[in-house]
C-alpha cells in the first residue's frame, strides 16, 4: 500500500499479478495500473503491452511472433553442424546451412537490429566450414600424392618382373627347360650376356633407390634389387615363385614360373626372410643347390 497523492492520508492498495512475456516466456510482475501500458521485457527487451494472462503459468507464443534471441541466434550455429553432419554428401549440409540462414533472416524480419547480427554469423559459418568440408572432401576422393606416385612405381616394378620373367621363359626353351642356374645377379647377367634382356634397368626396383648398371657393364648384386632364387625348371608348378622385390611399403611383388606376377598384400614392408618363408622357399632349402643356398643365406644375413 502507498498514500495518494495530494497530502491525503488515506491510503491506497496497489494489487499486484504475475505475467508472462509472451515472446521469451520471462515470468514477472506488474501492477494493475499499468495494464494497458507498454514496456520492455527485462530479459529479452521486446516491448510488449502488459496485461493479465488468463493462464498464470504462460501463455502461447503467438504464431507470427519472432523466435525468442536465444533461439535465434542458435540457428546458424545448427547450419555448421548440418553441414558437418552431411558433408560426405556433395551438396546436402551446404543446402541444409542455406535454409538455417534462410529462416533465420525471415523470422527476424521484424528485428532489423539483428541484422548485423545474421551477416557476422553466416560469414563466420561459411568461413569454418565450407574450407573444412572442400578439404575433406579434396581427401577422399583424391588420394595423397605420394600414394599416386608408389602407385606409378609399382607399376614399373610389375612390368620389370614380368620382363624377366618372359626373358628367363625364352631362356629356358633353349636350355632344356631350366632357367638360369644361379641366383640373384648372376642369374640376370646370365640373361644380359645372352642377350635376352640387355636393359639394365629392368633388374631394379624404382623404389628401392638401387642405382642401375651402365650398358654393357657386368651385373653384379650393387646393380639388382630383385631376389632371384635358381634350381626351378619350366615344368615345375607353374605357380612357384621365383622372383620377389622387398622394396614395397605395403605389399610384395612376385613372379611365379608361369611369367605372371602377384601382388601379395602386406601390412607392413617385408623383410627378405619374412618373404623367403611365407613364399614357402624356406621350406625347400635342402632341397636348393649349394650356390642357391649360399645366396639365400647372404641375402638373409643382411
Known amino acids: 500500500m502507498c ?8 491510503w491506497s492498495i496497489i494489487v499486484k499479478f504475475h505475467m508472462r512475456c509472451p515472446y521469451c516466456g520471462n515470468r514477472m510482475e506488474a501492477e494493475e495500473e499499468w495494464i494497458g501500458h507498454a514496456a520492455p521485457c527485462p530479459i529479452c527487451r521486446t516491448e510488449i503491452v502488459i ?22 541466434d542458435a540457428l546458424p550455429v545448427a547450419g555448421i553442424v548440418f553441414l558437418y553432419l552431411f558433408m560426405l554428401i556433395p551438396g546436402l549440409g551446404f543446402l541444409t546451412f542455406i535454409s538455417c540462414t534462410i529462416l533465420y533472416f525471415c523470422w527476424n524480419v521484424r528485428q532489423p537490429e539483428k541484422a548485423g547480427k545474421l551477416i557476422r554469423h553466416t560469414l563466420i559459418a561459411a568461413l569454418i566450414a565450407i574450407p ?47 632357367f638360369p642356374d644361379r641366383s640373384g645377379a648372376g642369374g640376370f647377367e646370365i640373361l ?33 634389387s630383385y631376389l632371384y632364387i635358381a634350381g626351378f625348371r619350366q615344368n615345375d608348378d607353374p605357380d612357384q615363385a621365383v622372383i620377389f622385390c ?54 638373409l644375413e643382411e
Open 51 to 72: 496485461r493479465k494472462n488468463d493462464d498464470a503459468s504462460g501463455a502461447q507464443r503467438p504464431p507470427s511472433s519472432p523466435l525468442p534471441e536465444r533461439a535465434a
Open 132 to 178: 573444412t568440408t572442400l578439404f575433406l572432401a579434396s581427401s577422399l576422393f583424391f588420394p595423397p600424392m605420394d600414394t599416386v606416385h608408389e602407385t606409378g612405381q609399382r607399376r614399373i616394378c610389375q612390368s620389370h618382373i614380368k620382363q624377366i620373367l618372359l626373358a628367363a621363359g625364352m631362356y629356358s626353351e633353349d636350355s632344356s627347360g631350366s
Open 246 to 299: 622387398p622394396h614395397h611399403r605395403n605389399c610384395v611383388p612376385i613372379g611365379r614360373i608361369n611369367g605372371s606376377v602377384h601382388l601379395k598384400p602386406a601390412g607392413k614392408k617385408k623383410s627378405v626372410h619374412e618373404i623367403l618363408e611365407e613364399t614357402g622357399i624356406l621350406k625347400q632349402f635342402d632341397a636348393f643347390p649349394e650356390e642357391t643356398k649360399r645366396y639365400i643365406r647372404k641375402k
Open 3 to 10: 498514500p495518494q497523492q495530494g497530502g491525503s492520508n488515506k
Open 192 to 224: 644380359r650376356k645372352m642377350e635376352y634382356l640387355t636393359d639394365p634397368q629392368v633388374f631394379v626396383c624404382p623404389l628401392s633407390g638401387t642405382k642401375p648398371a651402365e650398358d654393357g657393364q657386368v651385373l653384379t648384386e650393387d646393380h639388382v
